[in-house]
């Protein structure tokens, strides 16, 4: 899923700890959905969501919106789907810098 994102030359100082974070988030969805606390998944999803778009990874929004949307819904299959595309997704993006 190579995927190329266009964030804010402003946003460069940021990123590193944005993609930090954004794995920690990753890492505590996990837990979440192993212990059935889908009001976390589902306030993780929502903040990945706003994240996302917030600093210019559309791709992240998308995923964060779906995993939100699918928490609120309690469809547990799709959850675990998404939850997997982020990581992809994490591990796969690249980042062009674009002047502001």
Excluded: C
Aim: net charge negative; glycine share 8%.
């Amino acid at each position: 899923m190579k995927v190329t994102e266009q964030v804010s030359e402003e946003l460069r100082p940021l990123i590193d700890r944005f993609m930090h974070n954004s794995r920690t988030d990753l890492d505590e969805l996990r837990r979440a959905m192993s212990e059935g606390d889908l009001e976390t998944v589902e306030r993780l999803g929502h903040n990945a969501k706003g994240a996302g778009y917030g600093y210019g990874f559309d791709g992240l929004g998308e995923i964060g919106k779906r995993i939100e949307q699918a928490a609120k819904d309690r469809r547990l299959e799709e959850i675990s789907k998404e939850i997997e595309k982020l990581d992809e997704y994490l591990n796969e993006v690249t980042i062009s810098f674009v002047p502001e």
